[in-house]
C-alpha cells in the first residue's frame, strides 16, 4: 500500500515552464532587484514577482505564461482549478539572478551611452529613438533554455539550465512572505495620467542627479509649465519641463494642479526598468500615490510589464512641508 508520503511524492508538480530566453527572465527580473528578497505568487496566468522597500516602494514584475515554450499550471485535486491559488512564497531574487547569469548572461556597461539621443538637457526634450532591443544576443550573450518547477508549498523552486549540452540544476529556498498586500493605489480617484518614452523619463532622472538630490518633487498641471520634474539637495536644486506637445507626451491627462514629492533614491530605485522600457505610464492618485508601468518589448514581438508603486515624502516634525494637492496598474490605455 502506497503512503500518503508516496502519493505527495508521485503527484505532478504545482508548476511547471520552460523558457527559451533565460536572459529575457533576467532581465525582467533584474528591474525590480532593488531589494535582494522577492515574493512569488504562482497563477494560472504566470507568476509575479513583488520586491519591497521599507513599505514606501514596490516593484512587481509579471512574467506572462506566454513569455514561456511551455507553462503547466496544475492544482491539487482536492483544489478548486478555477479559484485555487498556493500561498505566495519568498526566495532570494539575488540567487535567482546569479542562477540565470550561469549562462553568460551579461550587460555592456556602456550599453545605453550610445543611444541616439536629441536630449536638450533640463530646458526640454526633442524628438528620438527608443532603446535598442533589450534582449540583444550580442549585448547578453547565449539563449539557452530554462526550466522552472515549483513542487508544493515548502518545497523548492527549481531551476534547470540547458545549454549545449551541458545541464545544471538549483534549488532555490522558499521561505514564509514578509508582506501580503500592495501598495494601493485608488484607480477610481486617478488625479494625473501620462504617457510618455521611457527613455526621457530615465534621461531626465539622471540629469537630477548632479545635485545629489535627495527629493525629487513632481508637478502637473493643465496649463504651462504642464509636466516638471524638480530636485533638492546638498548641492542645490534642478527642474527639467516636459511641453505638452504630442509627440512627447502621448497622453495627458490632467484635470488640475498636483504637486507630489517623493524620495528620490526610490525613484532611481526604477531606472532599470526606465532604460530598457518603451514608454512608461505615470499615475497618481488623490492621496498621492505614484504609479510607474513600464511597457517593455520582448522577444517574439510582444510586451512585458514592470509596474512600480511609491509613497508620497511625509516631513518630519520640524521639516517644512511641500505644496501638495492632491504611483499594478491597468495595461496602457
Known amino acids: 500500500m502506497a503512503s500518503a508520503n508516496d502519493n505527495a511524492d508521485n503527484a505532478a508538480p504545482l508548476f511547471t515552464a520552460v523558457s527559451g530566453s533565460a536572459r529575457q527572465l533576467f532581465q525582467l527580473l533584474r528591474c525590480i532587484n532593488f531589494v535582494s528578497k522577492s515574493h512569488v505568487q504562482i497563477t494560472k496566468e504566470g507568476l509575479r514577482f513583488t520586491t519591497e522597500e521599507s513599505q514606501v516602494m514596490q516593484g512587481i514584475a509579471f512574467l506572462d505564461k506566454a513569455l514561456f515554450t511551455a507553462y503547466t499550471y496544475s492544482p491539487p485535486a482536492h483544489e478548486d482549478t478555477e479559484d ?10 539575488s540567487s535567482l539572478l546569479e542562477t540565470l ?52 508549498a515548502g518545497e523548492p523552486l527549481c531551476i534547470i539550465l540547458e545549454e549545449t549540452g ?23 480617484a486617478i488625479a494625473q495620467k501620462i504617457i510618455m518614452r521611457a527613455g526621457w523619463l530615465h534621461d531626465a532622472i539622471n540629469e537630477l542627479s548632479s545635485t ?55 525613484i532611481k530605485g526604477a531606472s532599470r526598468a526606465m532604460a530598457i522600457a518603451s514608454k512608461v505610464s505615470i499615475r497618481n492618485d488623490e492621496q498621492g500615490v505614484l504609479s510607474l508601468q513600464f511597457m517593455i518589448e520582448v522577444e517574439g514581438g510582444g510586451f512585458s510589464f514592470v509596474d512600480f508603486r511609491f509613497v508620497p515624502f511625509i516631513p518630519e516634525e520640524g521639516e517644512g512641508e511641500e505644496e501638495s494637492e492632491v504611483g499594478e496598474a491597468e495595461r496602457f490605455e
Open 166 to 188: 551541458v545541464t545544471t540544476t538549483c534549488n532555490l529556498v522558499t521561505y514564509e512572505p514578509e508582506f501580503q498586500e500592495e501598495i494601493p493605489l485608488q484607480k477610481d
Open 84 to 93: 485555487f491559488e498556493p500561498a505566495p512564497f519568498q526566495i532570494s531574487l
Open 212 to 266: 545629489s538630490p535627495t527629493r525629487l518633487t513632481i508637478v502637473s498641471s493643465p496649463t504651462a509649465p504642464y509636466f516638471t520634474l524638480s530636485s533638492s539637495g546638498p548641492l542645490g536644486s534642478a527642474t527639467v519641463e516636459f511641453s505638452k506637445d504630442p509627440q512627447l507626451l502621448e497622453t495627458f491627462q490632467v484635470p488640475r494642479r498636483t504637486v507630489n514629492t517623493y524620495k528620490y533614491s526610490l
Open 101 to 152: 547569469q550561469i549562462l553568460g548572461i551579461y550587460e555592456s556597461k556602456d550599453r545605453w551611452s550610445n543611444r541616439d539621443s536629441n536630449y536638450n538637457g533640463i530646458n526640454g526634450f526633442s524628438s528620438r529613438g527608443g532603446p535598442t532591443g533589450a534582449f540583444d544576443n550580442r549585448i547578453l550573450g547565449m539563449n539557452g533554455i530554462c526550466r522552472l518547477s515549483y513542487a508544493a
